[in-house]
């Protein structure tokens, strides 16, 4: 008899939740309670995390799933928007594989269209392979090293290729000037847009900018840091802090002012301060396989790469007769299976 029972995580678990994952030295921004409650207004999803509790009726494990309805049926995903990682938090192997079974017979038993689990690249040792699913994908997670006990400003720069080392030189030769601005939202949320239609990009939604401080409190969870040219703001960029990891979120940058490198400065000027305060590691996020310019670009701040996976359960086969335009359309915001599979792009 295991020494677990699974339950669906609700409102009243709170405390519990938060108690739990502030004991995980692996948890990611996307495990917050936080998290889980701005996400499912942002996406309109409803949650159900299965949650696995002791005889004391304590946590000591979770795996987040947020699902949303469509027309072509109920779709899982842990977790959605933008490709945030889910996947099964655990204090022990034990519970570990608790989980997963719980999860096999949640999929076995549960009417739905697709359910996709995206591990976390901070447990790259957890073996998802006996998760039920019927597609595999993955994306390189680079992480920069970010902490030092004293020289913060030259260390860092040590760790970093020569190229970069020399557009931060250049940016500061050229007067670019850093400060962390919080309300300087509109502006990133603006340049943003401009930034990915310019690129045939998705920009996140008006409403992840509106409501996240809400969510999260300014100096202590985010920080939006500015640059400045002769007193005009030309790149911004908002990060998150968690657990030890500091989340480069959204970098933008005013065109014509590329040439400049205020966002090298910016990304300088945040790995020192997160430094000193003692965090440990810069998430870059998710690279395709096939991103070779931003591969490059992240590897040159002295990543290390951590591959994490996508483990999907498609159930409804008629997903891959549907257009990706109504795949969009119905589950906006979440993964429902790679494009590539689709029969009708």
Not at 80 to 104: K, R, T
Not at 189 to 217: C, D, L, R, W
Not at 222 to 244: D, H, K, R, T, W
Request: proline residues 3%; glycine residues 6%.
């Amino acid at each position: 008899m295991s020494r677990f029972r699974l339950k669906v995580m609700d409102q009243d678990d709170e405390q519990k939740y938060r108690s739990f994952i502030s004991t995980m030295p692996h948890a990611m921004l996307y495990h917050g309670w936080e998290y889980m409650e701005f996400s499912k207004g942002l996406v309109g999803g409803n949650d159900h995390y299965l949650i696995a509790l002791n005889k004391e009726d304590n946590i000591e494990g979770v795996l987040p799933l947020i699902y949303k309805e469509g027309s072509l049926g109920r779709v899982y995903n842990s977790l959605p928007f933008y490709g945030s990682n889910g996947g099964v938090l655990a204090n022990d192997q034990e519970c570990f594989d608790f989980i997963i079974e719980n999860y096999n017979r949640f999929v076995e038993d549960t009417d739905f269209a697709a359910s996709t689990v995206i591990t976390n690249p901070l447990r790259p040792s957890d073996n998802y392979e006996g998760i039920a699913s019927n597609y595999k994908d993955y994306r390189i997670g680079q992480f920069s090293s970010i902490l030092f006990s004293d020289d913060h400003e030259n260390k860092l720069m040590d760790s970093f290729h020569y190229k970069t080392r020399n557009v931060i030189r250049k940016a500061v030769k050229e007067g670019v000037e850093v400060s962390i601005d919080n309300s300087a939202i509109d502006f990133l949320y603006n340049t943003h847009v401009n930034n990915m239609t310019a690129i045939g990009g998705k920009p996140k939604p008006k409403a992840f900018y509106e409501n996240f401080p809400s969510y999260y409190q300014a100096g202590k969870d985010y920080n939006i840091y500015l640059a400045s040219f002769q007193s005009e703001p030309i790149a911004a960029m908002l990060v998150f802090y968690f657990n030890g990891t500091v989340e480069y979120y959204t970098p933008v940058i005013v065109e014509k002012y590329r040439s400049m490198q205020p966002l090298s400065l910016l990304i300088y000027h945040a790995m020192i301060d997160a430094s000193k305060i003692g965090y440990v590691r810069w998430n870059w996020g998710g690279t395709w396989a096939s991103q070779d310019g931003v591969y490059s670009f992240k590897k040159r701040w002295g990543t290390y790469d951590i591959n994490y996976y996508y483990y999907t359960q498609l159930k409804n086969s008629d997903i891959l007769k549907a257009s990706r335009k109504e795949i969009l359309d119905q589950y906006n915001n979440f993964f429902v299976i790679s494009f590539d599979q689709l029969k009708s792009l």
